[in-house]
Antibody
């Protein structure tokens, strides 16, 4: 059974940093791209960052230069390092397994809430 | 960035009735279109990928069609568990973008 478990969310002041983790199990982690998707309270879904099998990375313009995605295939874990956080980064952050070929998100974690506030 | 739009924003349907949701892309995305269902407090669930292929475990009452810029999701006979918000998402170009969502509620 595929499982994705996010952690690391919490309350942080504007300008602060946070690192999210996503522990994966139930599939061959190093064979799939992974994506972070966020959802601000009461709002829609936004793709934040994606990392490919070979380590290629993509970022939304809204987080470019501030966020960094990485993966540790030996630990089956995905990370999102978030720096210079802003109030508009407040959201539930989901990690999602990215299906090969279709690039759809076939499995999602339960999400972790990041709140940026003073 | 490809902009996705959805209509209607809200659809009120009685159980057992048919529901059809539309999704439009600002430029062609080929068949690189997925549909997701989200219920309050839950993560989204993949329903359809490749515009028309049902994901694992998705009931046959869900169907998708379209290509290019125009897509539809049809739920042939709404069940109580289908009342939720539905999102379309393109994966043709990064950033992969979602539509604003369409809420299906009980009439």
């Amino acid at each position: 059974e595929v499982q994705l478990l996010e952690s690391g969310g919490g309350l942080v002041q504007p300008g602060g940093s946070l690192r999210l983790s996503c522990a994966a199990s139930g599939f061959t982690f190093d064979s799939y791209a992974m994506t972070w998707v966020r959802q601000a309270p009461g709002k829609g879904l936004e793709c934040v960052s994606n990392i490919g099998v070979g380590g290629s990375t993509y970022y939304a313009d809204s987080v470019k230069g501030r966020f960094s995605i990485s993966r540790d295939n030996s630990q089956n874990t995905l990370y999102l390092q978030m720096n210079s956080l802003r109030a508009e980064d407040t959201a539930v952050y989901f990690c999602a397994k990215t299906s090969a070929g279709s690039w759809s998100f076939d499995y999602w974690g339960q999400g972790t809430l990041v709140t940026v506030s003073s | 960035e490809i902009v996705m739009t959805q209509s209607p924003a809200t659809l009120s349907v009685s159980p057992g009735e048919r529901a059809t949701l539309s999704c439009r892309a600002s430029q062609s995305v080929g068949s690189n279109l997925a549909w997701y269902q989200q219920k309050p407090g839950q993560a989204p669930r993949l329903l359809i990928y490749g515009a028309s292929t049902r994901a694992t475990g998705i009931p046959a009452r869900f169907s998708g069609r379209g290509s290019g810029t125009e897509f539809t999701l049809t739920i042939s006979s709404l069940q109580s568990e289908d009342f939720a918000v539905y999102y379309c998402q393109q994966s043709n170009n990064w950033p992969f973008t979602f539509g604003p969502g369409a809420k299906v509620d009980i009439k």
